[in-house]
């Protein structure tokens, strides 16, 4: 009863904090004066206090919340009781108010230190949003109603009044078993959060400036560390998805074109378009409108994302159960992108007389490009996403939409956008000389063949794996070849070796050189996917104890069957031993765990990972006489995880190196003065 | 080396490698059978979006085996592909082809690519308005930022109606609407007479019985309907309601069919003792009273206890007080 | 760009946004993965069977002039146990009037559905048989059990329910198709996709 009050009061805090702050934000934008600071705080507190409430009932075991009551079970080990707090609909929105706290209060320090209008306004949407997201824990998806009706296991009714009769039940069934079976799973959901949440900031700042009538870079320059922060997060959820799906699941794969993963893709990919075109709006004051534009999109895309997840409106693998969250999160998406886009349409006039490009030949110009092909890019995957349901509704025809069709477009896509990925950097902005983008190129062009030649010669001649090589080498050795470019210049001039200015050619222009390592990630993640998805081999064996077969130059010994109780479940599974001729490589044990009383089982996969790739082996059935096994290679994989990791963390620099940049700039004014 | 003589290299050493690329690299090879390719394009029925290559349940497999005999017995892809989706519809398709009602779905991102490239360039050959404009101020007209409300709201509203008058699939997470009722309307009587002749022990044997007994009763077949009414009454396991509705049809078909007034008055007895204050029960014998035993006090008095039940509708208690003046006129009864 | 295009482009992206908006209302209370099956009104598709506890096969050649209820079912599904005594009932009551109920095991050993039957009274009207591989459940588009498929007498699939049946709803099933109706697809509950 106690935690439901304090978490009650927290949500109400918050919804009050958020709703004076959008009010306060307007007078202040508006010219009159007002305290935002405080209803910053509360809001900030409301939510810390709520998700404080919800942990702690969650780890106290106390069930008299029904939320607990029907996730929670007191044989979940620790850490995945703290993530039952967004393991399923109720707890994952508090979650992502928490984030949304968060980063409106990030934004009030900055308010703190240049009060302006602008900001004001900023204030006032994440208030706005905020509103919503409390407004939605208090209504439709709340984890503090208390049971009223307890079942042997989980809890009949609930009611959402803290004060009502507690009927506690002794006992919940505990988080969905692929929820409890692996860490990155605890992990993904707050990561991706960060992520989704983060993209508030650059839509308020937009939806500030059109409402101000104050067009130009400014309302992108402020926001611009939070997109990439928010973006780096996102990029990160993405890839640990990825890997979860190939650590967890056991069909060996990391990416199905699931609804609900296009659903994080999408903003993605209009947050990485963002990222670029907003570099151009900030340097040449271009492409005001189109920002505009692809901001509301990225922030629409991420409720559209929530959406599809918890309406049941789309048949996916992620999805929670249906409830009256669906009609509220599709009202307040018309509501955004309705009430953004009659705005930018009445201020149309504003953004209208932006300057043009002067030469396609140009790191503009290839902004531009990579902003189409991320604009088709994105576009693919939601008409894939939704066709189903508009063929339905149009037609009354049912189909489905799946991994052919995904890749037939995404696969093209990427190589083009991996094209201009290796002459966006290499070309100045405003236009090169002539001569002088061939100059920078044509190393890089010839590097990349022979990559190419001596791949498809002595690795593999699958044309994919090919021009994944290809491509990979031409990215990189242009960004070689100009860091040499810069370093031996700075070098000529100033007598230092290559290798030293090369350190300082990065330490002075991080904002750019991050960028170039986020590249890289990029087409590292291409290679990873090219070969793992092209050159790996599958068998199925079935195999009796002491029966020995071979596989892609293994050996796999099937040893024997067991059996483990745990607290919180059971496992069965196989052991094996992988030998290379006679030498003992690994022991393995493939599994599967049965969580409670699910008879089905979450099928845990055996992974032994080498620098070539992994090997992958899954249980499909078990019993004391033999065992069937699936047997995988997957080359390279490892290089998916590492390149997202390292676009992640380009990101990363990028937003730390920018604060340096700053704090720079702030030393150098004052010692000038 | 002069910058020409290193175009040059350059542009051999990449016209050599390109073409040597060509030459080398593969055109996919077809690692994957046949049958695997097939098997990738259509979705598995019984789990979520995985393909029957990919998926390890019992169905998919059973689904990849059909199509290794079918491969063997030498049908093309697309014969197979005909053959599954002619029983499961298009909705296992994970590739729509490029034709038909599905070509909007390849039209679309091509669409898109087209207009992004004409807008680029369309863009690029304007000539710039004068300028480039700054801060403007911020705009006067309160008006504009009303509208735009009004406008949110109404889009909103139309987007709540719409969606509710487009309303129209029904699944099971509707919830089941009381299925018997439905049912019990579209099945004749002969069907439900024999369904009820084959259902002894069904749980639900009574309803059906009653609901095929009322459907007599207000035909007037009351041959038809007495079986059922009796049997109800005798069943041990039928609800009070039940119970009562069918012994209060047996007591007035026994009185209006075949004037027997003892047995009707017994029936509306065994009624009441299951619950003394059911007001059919008592209206009847009451009646039942008047007109065929011709006791006209016990009927008084049945007719002032029940007008004394405080839940009387309105309608019976005119009725009844009607009858009580008529009883008291010394009228014949009706 | 202009400023009139960029104002038209920015209606016309309101517009889009309220019509996805209603496509996507549309579906709220509606199960997504409901398909409709596209064998109604078609010929039914052959099939041949073994019977459960030996003594041949039965193929739907050999019913024919008969209204045909074709059932899929295993023991492992709860919804199937529900409806077995009226599947029972039914083939009974309507043993002589050219209806034949055939119950087809799916995804489960044969040996195992015996014994089920055994538990539960089998009915001497019924056919039952055994779907190896489940071709027969592929052939008719099974996406779960129970599922019911009703043949009229010249061979086409009138009807299909998807979940459990109860005697009533079979009953209504066999009137419609008497009286030359449809009774078309039905949803009367969930089915159950693999054993637990």
Redesign the interface.
Known sequence: MMLALFGTAGVLAALTGGGLLAVRGIRVARGGKSDLIGPARLLAAGAIAAMAALEIALTADDFSLSYVANQHSTATPFPFDVATAWAALEGSIVLWGLVLAGFTWMAVRRYRKAPDSLAAGALAVMGGVAVFFFGLILTVSNPFEVCTSALEVGCAQSSPFPWSTVAAPAQGPGPNPLLQNHYLMAVHPPVLYLGYVGMTVPFAYAISALALGVPGPEWIRRSHRSTLVAWSFLTLGIVLGGWWAYEVLSWGGYWAWDPVENASFMPWLAATAFIHSGLVQQRRQMLQAWNFVLVIAVFSLTILGTFLTRSGTINSVHSFTQSAIGPALLGFLVLVLVGSFSLFATRSNLVSTSPRVDSFVSREGSFLANNLLLTVYGFVVLVGTIYPLLLEAFTGDQTAVGEPFFNRLAVPLSFLLLLFMGLGPVLPWRGSPPGQLWARVRAPIALGLAAGVATALWVSPVGWVVLAVTFATYVTSGIVGLLLEQSRARSAKGGQSIWREMRRVVVNDQTFWAGQMSHIGVVVVVVGIAFAANLSHHDEVTLEPGDQTEFAGYSIVYESPFQVREPNRLVRGARVTVLRGDDFVASLEPRANFYGSDTTGVVTPAVLSRPWGDLYLTLRDIDSERVELVLDTSPLIWMIWLGGILTAGGGAWSVSSRRQERALVRQSLIADV | MS?RTR?WL??T??AT??V??VL??????QTESRVSHIG??I?C???????IA??????AQ??M??IEERVAQGATDAEIETE?????????????PMSG??L??WL??AA??IL??A??VR??R?T????????????SSRR??IG?VV??VA??T???I??TA?????????G?AN??AQ??E???NE??E??I???DD?P?ING?RLALAERYYEAGDYRSAFPHYLAVADSGVASAAEAITSLVRLGWMAYDGNEESETALTLFDRALEIDPSSQVALYLKGTVLWCGDRDADAARDMFADLLDDPELPDESRVQIEEDLADLDAGEECT | MRGQALKWTAWGLVGATVALAVVLASRFGGDPGLVDSPLLGKPAPEFEMEYLDGGGTLALGDLEGEIVILNFFASWCPECRKEHDDFVATADAFAAEGVTVVQATYQEDPEASSRYLDQEGRSDAIHYVHDAGSRTAIAYGVFGIPETFFIDESGTVVGKIIGESDALTLGAAIDAIRRGESPGQEVTGNTQQAPD
């Open positions: 910058e175009t350059f542009l050493a990449i490698l390109g040597v690329l080398t690299v593969s055109v996919q090879p990738s394009r979705k029925p019984v789990c979520q979006g995985e393909s990919d998926s390890p349940s019992q169905m059973d689904m085996s059909l599954i989706l002619a029983a499961y519809s298009g909705a296992v398709l994970l590739d729509p009602r599905t909007a779905l679309a991102p898109v690519a992004g490239l807008v680029i863009w690029r304007q710039p308005e004068s300028g480039v404009t700054t801060d403007v101020g911020r705009p504009r930022l735009g406008l949110t889009m909103v139309i987007v709540v719409a969606a487009l309303q129209d699939r029904e699944g099971p997470a509707a089941v299925p018997e049912d019990l579209n099945v004749s069907t439900l024999a369904v002749a084959a259902n069904h639900d059906w």
